[in-house]
């Protein structure tokens, strides 16, 4: 699969505070799980307008992550504009899934992104 459509999505929205978290992992809060695992992403995709969204369910609400549902996720990443806008609605769910994790050039590219 070609990368570049995630590179430019992470490339382009590096502002936001959840792509800043995808950067920087270890400057941020996280989530204990009972599972003894950590979070510090969750997300979820939604249509709006003739545009999918990818945002987050996991959200920085003064230094503190919390887990939201899905809908009141949305509605906070549409309030505060922080979500990322895909035409394709595969590659909207792919990226919620967490699509930027698994590719084998993606570290590298995050890592200059620093």
């Known amino acids: 699969m070609d990368a570049e459509w995630l590179t430019k999505a992470i490339e382009n929205n590096k502002n936001l505070d959840f792509v800043k978290r995808m950067i920087h992992p270890g400057d941020y809060p996280v989530i204990n ?30 230094g503190e992550l919390i887990e939201m549902s899905s809908q009141d996720a949305m509605n906070y990443a549409v309030k505060n504009k922080q979500y990322i806008e895909f035409d ?18 993606m570290k590298s590219f995050i890592d200059k992104l620093k």
């Open 88 to 105: 394709d609605e595969n590659k909207a769910e792919m990226f919620s899934l967490g699509a930027w994790k698994n590719m084998d050039n």
């Open 33 to 62: 799980n009972p599972d003894g695992s950590v979070s510090t992403h969750k997300m979820s995709y939604a249509s709006k307008g003739d545009k999918f969204i990818v945002y987050p369910t996991i959200v920085n609400k003064d």
